[in-house]
């Protein structure tokens, strides 16, 4: 479309004169080159005598957007997603964990959840990975664990070693 207006510019008019140079370079078509960006506000800090930036908090939409704002400058927009997880449920009763057998993917979160099914309170953990997870009695807590290496992790309550462990390998 740009060649063909460039193409019909060198050309006359539709009368058979030839354009002026006023007159092709007033044509919209030809002259339209995107507005130059607004320059970032500041703000001057007079203790340190310099200038930074502002945020904004809220999307502003520009003025040639015709009033779409993309998915990224929305909330809950592109990139805003969480990362992927895993959930692993677990009930605790005594030093019985069900299932006895949890898994999960490789190297992707854990989204750990655990329920005291006995009414008492317990400390819950993953072995080799740091912190605990409390549960209340008679009720759950989640906690999110990186992504792990392949292999089997035996899972404790209240600082015993259980029958249970989680299994960290490829889906199949």
Known sequence: MIAAALAGAGCGGDDGTALTETQRTASP???AAPAPAAPIPTTV???LGTAT???QTSPTVP???GGVVAPE???GGAGAQEA???PVALSVRGTDVRPREARADPF???ALTVRSSDGVKHSVRIATVPGQLAVPPSGTATRRIAGL???TYAVLVDGRTTSAVLRVQDAG
Request: aromatic share 0%; net charge negative; proline share 8%.
């Open 149 to 151: 290496q392949r292999g």
């Open 63 to 65: 003025e040639r957007s």
């Open 108 to 110: 992707v979160a854990i």
């Open 45 to 47: 800090t007079e203790e």
């Open 29 to 31: 078509a030809l002259t």
């Open 73 to 75: 400058q929305q909330e």
């Open 84 to 86: 992927p997880q895993t």
């Open 53 to 55: 930036p502002e945020i």
